[in-house]
């Protein structure tokens, strides 16, 4: 579980901007990784990041409790996702579809690279990484979430929960399926071992 102290959050909640910097240090890779799953791009999820710690900031008198920052911050996170994904209105498309549209409005099939006729490469470690990133990055928004908030944050189930203001058995749930549907979609690095 992820720990902050609670008097370096106590001084940047009196105004003290070198104790939020040290926040910032002690927080901003697992924030930008939470918001790098979710958005298609690095440039984006910079600019989320500022758009985040901005808003932190401007914030940070009404935090409750000193305790509750991470998950306050992680929460800040998630809406400022959730806003950007409502101003983008971003488009998504099922791996399991065989079909998408183009801009004239026409259907194509879905490209989707098949590593499994090169084994050489499933070898290499950078590529798996990014298979199973990809795999992440196709699963349900609110699987995504779960996934990245349990697995690459290293959050409890009682915090994803309150992050994402449901019963922890929802979060149980949620990393059950994302799991399984992981493991349908990404069987095939196992099989080429």
Same mark, same amino acid.
């Given at each position: 579980?992820?720990?902050?102290?609670? !008097?370096? #959050?106590?001084?940047?909640?009196?105004? @003290? *901007? @070198?104790?939020?910097?040290?926040?910032?240090?002690?927080?901003? %890779?697992?924030?930008?990784?939470?918001?790098?799953?979710?958005?298609?791009?690095?440039?984006?999820?910079?600019?989320?990041? !500022?758009? #985040?710690?901005?808003?932190?900031?401007?914030?940070?008198?009404?935090? !409750?409790?000193?305790?509750?920052?991470? #998950?306050?911050?992680?929460?800040?996170?998630?809406?400022? #996702?959730?806003?950007?994904?409502?101003?983008?209105?971003?488009?998504?498309? &099922?791996?399991?579809?065989?079909?998408?549209? @183009?801009?004239?409005?026409?259907?194509?099939? $879905?490209?989707?690279?098949?590593?499994?006729?090169?084994?050489?490469?499933?070898?290499?470690?950078?590529?798996?990484?990014?298979? *199973?990133?990809?795999?992440?990055? &196709?699963?349900?928004?609110?699987?995504?979430?779960? *996934?990245?908030?349990?697995?690459?944050? @290293?959050?409890?189930?009682?915090? $994803?929960?309150?992050?994402?203001?449901?019963?922890?058995?929802? *979060?149980? &749930?949620?990393?059950?399926?994302?799991?399984?549907?992981?493991?349908?979609?990404? %069987?095939?690095?196992?099989?080429?071992?």
């Amino acid at each position: 579980m992820f720990e902050l102290d609670n !008097q370096l #959050v106590e001084r940047a909640r009196a105004g @003290d *901007v @070198d104790a939020f910097g040290e926040l910032y240090q002690h927080t901003h %890779r697992r924030i930008y990784q939470y918001i790098r799953q979710m958005v298609p791009t690095a440039e984006d999820a910079e600019d989320l990041m !500022q758009e #985040v710690y901005l808003r932190a900031w401007s914030g940070l008198k009404q935090l !409750q409790a000193n305790e509750a920052f991470w #998950v306050w911050l992680h929460r800040i996170a998630r809406n400022a #996702v959730l806003d950007w994904r409502k101003r983008k209105q971003l488009s998504t498309v &099922s791996l399991e579809s065989t079909f998408t549209d @183009d801009e004239d409005g026409e259907t194509e099939p $879905v490209e989707v690279a098949d590593w499994s006729e090169n084994p050489e490469r499933l070898a290499l470690s950078e590529a798996m990484q990014e298979a *199973v990133r990809q795999a992440v990055r &196709s699963l349900p928004e609110n699987h995504r979430e779960v *996934v990245t908030m349990y697995y690459l944050e @290293d959050m409890g189930i009682s915090e $994803v929960a309150q992050v994402l203001g449901v019963p922890k058995n929802t *979060v149980l &749930s949620r990393l059950a399926r994302a799991r399984e549907t992981l493991r349908r979609k990404l %069987r095939y690095l196992v099989d080429a071992k």
